[in-house]
């Protein structure tokens, strides 16, 4: 097959790689033509900014920012903003399919994006950041909007960069719209409940899935990869239901506590120093080693690629649930089903996120907001039909969970494209 814009010359391990591998299996189990499978593989639309900073001191930085949108057939774009070193539109590109199938697998009436800018946010003030938001934002105008791009959390970006976008957009429209962007402050607009939804979601998924094998929440040992907004909360969450959390870990390192973390106590020495290093409750720990660990649940919630040939072949976990997007490369996810371990994947197990983004974004259009009690039943009831049916193609086809997952978000943006007549 040939993809017009973008690479196919991507290195193995790349995201960009890993997204094309899955969608061709999806595309040979569901029996689709290679014209169906190049469109579904092809961004619709990409955008490259320049953006210049003015930094505190006076001197100037120029920045590259991408934004993407994979596929706008069940609606609009719909995915995060990313700030990280390593951002590129391979990435980028990975990322914004990933979301299409996402939001197909949860019923969502959006079609799939992402955004990103080449930052490493830690080297920069609150005010050069805000500078860097709006720019960015100034420039991706003509293609964001509520009903065309919808922007969210990711990496390195937060509730305020949010906050940051939609005001740079109303501000430009000359009135205030929220529906812009989800994640934000609950004071403008944002939703209760979104700020930990994807970690609830991440639990949900998991309890599912081990109870399909008989197995109880706190029955099972879990090391977390990734202390951000996505792994700290998960943390929480496992603790809260019963589960012993045994290591978690951030960019920096990790720490370890076979007996199970004192979470609060964790908690509170992030708040404190902002790493989980150092934490006197455990020792130390680094992230290739905690993805070898000893326990039941292995929840990667950091960065694509983690879990290589070579690191699949050292996991002892029993259940894979991704947290992060991409954590598991096609070379990877072949060794942990060689190996008889169950991947919940990140397109079914992280979706809580942008589940109640939808739910946030309902809410502004309808300026009329939901208790949290209706958005956690919501994000519950949601979470566990979409594993219901994921976990039931898998049975009746005798497929991997990440199989059914993306057969039955491809064939949903496929009916789409057919139904609209886009395609044939
Ligand atoms: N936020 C959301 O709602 C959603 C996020 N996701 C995905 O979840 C993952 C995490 O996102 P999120 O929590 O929002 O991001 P954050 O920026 O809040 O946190 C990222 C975490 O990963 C750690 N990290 C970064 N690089 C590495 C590395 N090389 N090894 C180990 N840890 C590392 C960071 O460490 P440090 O704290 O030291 O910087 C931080 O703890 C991403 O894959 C994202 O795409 C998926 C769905 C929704
Ligand atoms: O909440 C959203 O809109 C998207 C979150 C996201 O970027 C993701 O699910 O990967």
């Keep these: 097959m040939t993809v017009t814009g973008s690479s196919t010359t991507t290195a193995a ?3 960009l790689a890993t997204a094309h591998a899955q969608l061709s299996s999806a595309i040979e ?37 991408y934004r993407v949108q994979h596929n706008i057939s069940r609606g609009p774009g719909k995915g995060g903003l990313r700030f990280a070193p390593g951002v590129d539109p391979d990435e980028v590109r990975a990322l914004a399919m ?31 950041l805000e500078r860097v938001t709006r720019r960015y934002t100034s420039e991706i105008m003509p293609m ?22 939609m005001d740079t957009y ?52 879990v090391a977390v990869q990734g202390f951000g907004k996505v792994g700290s909360h998960a943390t929480r969450f496992f603790a809260e239901a019963g589960a012993r ?14 007996d199970g973390l004192d979470v609060p106590a964790l908690l509170a020495h992030v708040a404190a120093t902002g790493t989980v290093v150092g934490f006197g409750g455990g020792d130390p720990i680094d992230n290739t080693a905690l993805l070898a660990l000893d326990v039941d649940v292995l929840v990667p919630a950091a ?22 997007n991409g954590p598991t490369t096609e070379a990877g996810d072949q060794v942990l089903a060689d190996r008889g371990i169950v991947v919940v994947p990140d397109i079914l197990a992280n979706a809580g996120g942008v589940v109640v983004s939808y739910f946030e974004w309902v ?21 566990l039909a979409s594993y219901a049916n994921v976990a039931h193609v898998s049975r009746a086809e005798g497929l991997s969970l990440r199989d059914a997952a993306l057969t039955i978000g491809v064939k949903r943006v496929a009916e789409a494209h057919q139904i609209r007549g886009l395609y044939p």
């Design 13 to 15: 391990r790349s995201p």
């Design 170 to 221: 109303s501000v430009n429209k000359g009135y205030t719209i929220p529906a812009v962007t989800t994640g934000k402050p609950v004071a403008m607009g944002g939703s209760l409940g979104r700020a930990t939804a994807t970690s609830r979601g991440v639990v949900h998924a998991a309890r599912a899935a081990l109870a399909d094998a008989g197995v109880d929440l706190r029955d099972v040992r």
């Design 29 to 65: 189990i569901l029996g689709y033509d290679e014209g169906l499978h190049a469109m579904l593989a092809t961004p619709r639309r990409e955008i490259t900014v320049a953006i210049p900073l003015r930094r505190d001191d006076g001197s100037t930085e120029l920045f590259t920012g």
């Design 363 to 383: 809410q502004a259009n309808q300026a009329y907001w939901w208790t949290e009690p209706e958005i956690e039943e919501r994000l519950e009831q949601r979470m």
């Design 303 to 324: 960065v694509e690629g983690v879990l290589d040939e070579e690191t699949a072949a050292t996991v002892k976990a029993r259940w894979v649930v991704e947290g992060a």
């Design 98 to 128: 990933w979301m299409t199938w996402k939001c197909a697998i949860v019923d969502l009436p959006y079609g799939g994006a992402k955004g990103g800018v080449t930052i490493d946010p830690r080297h920069y003030s609150a005010a050069e």
């Design 245 to 258: 959390v045994v290591a978690v870990s951030d960019q920096y390192g990790g720490v370890q506590a076979p």
């Design 144 to 165: 964001i909007g509520p009903e065309r791009d919808i922007m969210a959390p990711d990496i390195g970006t937060d509730e305020q960069t949010m906050a940051w976008v």
